[in-house]
């Protein structure tokens, strides 16, 4: 069997297909920037609010991760789910646990996401917050029902991550509830 050579020059479906490529690849620039005037039109016009780019990441995920609360708002006016993992088996919920970002932290919470989700590695949100000592993100995590005393599949709890990469300040906040 042949593998099939590249279309001709001029190939209107080729150029096509690099057309809808470069738009796909604004559309995420849109969420990384927080472009949320951009994406509203978009979404608006019937862009799926839940599309996701080739390492699973939501255009939520981007938004969330990259402390765009206004894009990650109007996200989720039109759909988004702020429950849906990326590959690495992370929320939207996580990224901004682990950048430390209290407002979207709480938008996310607010629309939906749960405290305790956790991906097939069975980290939570908690867990990132503890690791990279974020303890405004822990508390809120804690106070909207994370279970401190959960593990990963591992083993590992919120307060072992935090010991081990040598966060003091939430290692200390769980181990007060531990």
């Keep these: 069997m042949q593998a099939s050579s590249p279309a001709p020059a001029g190939n209107k479906a080729a150029e096509l297909d690099e057309a809808t490529l470069e738009w796909v690849r604004k559309v995420f620039q849109h969420a990384r920037g927080g472009e949320a ?83 097939p590695g069975g980290k939570t949100a908690l ?20 279970d401190p005393r959960a593990v990963d599949a591992d083993g590992v709890s919120a307060l072992d991550a935090a010991r081990r990469m040598g966060a003091p300040d939430t290692a200390a906040l769980l181990a007060q509830l531990a």
């Design 37 to 119: 005037e951009a994406l509203g039109a978009l979404l608006a016009q019937g862009l799926p609010p839940n599309l996701r780019n080739e390492r699973g990441d939501s255009l939520l995920m981007l938004a969330s991760y990259h402390g765009h609360l206004d894009a990650a708002r109007v996200l989720l006016e039109h759909g988004a789910d702020p429950e849906l993992l990326n590959d690495a088996g992370q929320t939207p919920l996580h990224g901004a646990a682990f950048k430390g970002d209290l407002a979207v932290a709480t938008l996310l919470l607010d629309r939906g996401a749960r405290p305790d989700s956790a991906g």
């Design 127 to 146: 867990m990132f917050a503890a690791m990279f000592n974020r303890v405004e993100i822990a508390r809120l995590l804690i106070e909207r029902g994370a």
